[in-house]
């Protein structure tokens, strides 16, 4: 196991803030990194199109400044999730933009993302790519990708259904590089243990809705921050793949969380602005961790608190 150079000493804590969609602006991600960790949002959050590259300018002009600003600090790097799925009409266009900015990770999503590697490798870019199988991670080794995403059980949003135990350790059995690990990570511990089975980095979204800087309206921060594992809906309802979603937010629809009809593949859309868009303004994704969120608080003080978690957990581990 070993982190790519893009990575190495950048971190104050080994994590990826997780693209959410609607949720992770250019505020989030430039909180998240200059608090020391991969800050990341999907490019279809830049709405109309053209306002990708503002948001690009942007971030990297932050960083640079604050960079230059306190040099003794850890500045991670970030990274643009792609869609990889025929119905997303900006791809090649996001990409071009991506590229104009030398975008450093690329996060892609959904099918094994053959067209974007040789583009992103082109620039120099990173590839990590979402799984939830054993089979989709080889499809991704094939095409190229740089490291591995697992998507396990308690993921917010699109999620998977397998242990973290199960996941990791087969993967393990074929690949030597590296694996981020998502799936109802909250706690600075949580982190530790992910790196104890096996993954290099923790994938953490749902953390990160319950903040100043998210652009999600103040009731699904709160409904965040009032829920527990309990309220969390596992369905393939809302967009097609199987996510987990706040029981609250489907009954605020006027939906019973406990009678969901089945939906397949081909309602997936992604690209304009039709029912997904919708879809995820209205029924919030969440992860099965929301119990251990108890407030609504600034990125720089949730990632000071999980480094202080994080680092007592290790010397508990040391002690034992």
Not at 47 to 59: G, M, N, T
Not at 66 to 94: C, G, M, T, W, Y
Not at 156 to 181: M, Q, T
Not at 219 to 235: E, F, G, L, P
């Amino acid at each position: 196991m070993a982190l790519p150079q893009l990575l190495k000493d950048q971190l104050t804590l080994p994590v990826i803030g997780s693209p959410l969609f609607i949720i992770s602006n250019p505020d989030l991600v430039i909180a998240q990194c200059t608090s020391g960790i991969v800050g990341s949002f999907p490019a279809l959050n830049a709405r109309p199109a053209d306002q990708l590259a503002v948001w690009l300018e942007r971030i990297t002009r932050a960083l640079a400044e604050f960079k230059a600003a306190h040099p003794d600090r850890r500045v991670a790097p970030f990274a643009v999730n792609q869609i990889v799925h025929a119905s997303n009409d900006r791809l090649q266009h996001d990409l071009d933009v991506c590229a104009q900015f030398k975008v450093p990770l690329v996060i892609t999503s959904l099918r094994a993302p053959h067209e974007a590697i040789n583009a992103v490798h082109a620039w120099g870019g990173l590839v990590f790519h979402d799984v939830i199988s054993v089979r989709h991670a080889k499809k991704a080794l094939e095409a190229g990708v740089d490291g591995l995403i697992l998507v396990c059980a308690g993921a917010g949003g699109h999620a998977g259904a397998l242990s973290p135990f199960a996941l990791v350790s087969e993967v393990r059995k074929f690949y030597d590089g590296p694996i981020i690990l998502s799936g109802a990570i909250t706690r600075g511990e949580h982190i530790l243990a992910a790196q104890a089975m096996g993954a290099d980095l923790a994938y953490m979204g749902t953390r990160f809705i319950a903040t100043p800087e998210a652009n999600a309206v103040q009731a699904y921060k709160q409904m965040i921050v009032d829920s527990s594992a309990q309220d969390v809906v596992y369905s393939n309802l809302f967009s097609g793949v199987l996510g987990n979603y706040l029981r609250g937010s489907i009954e605020r629809a006027g939906m019973d969380p406990d009678q969901l009809p089945q939906a397949d593949k081909s309602k997936m859309a992604f690209g304009s602005d039709r029912d997904t868009k919708k879809v995820w303004k209205d029924i919030w994704g969440a992860g099965q961790g929301v119990g251990n969120i108890d407030a609504i608080e600034p990125v720089a003080d949730i990632v000071k608190q999980l480094k202080h978690d994080y680092d007592l957990a290790r010397q508990r581990i040391r002690s034992l």
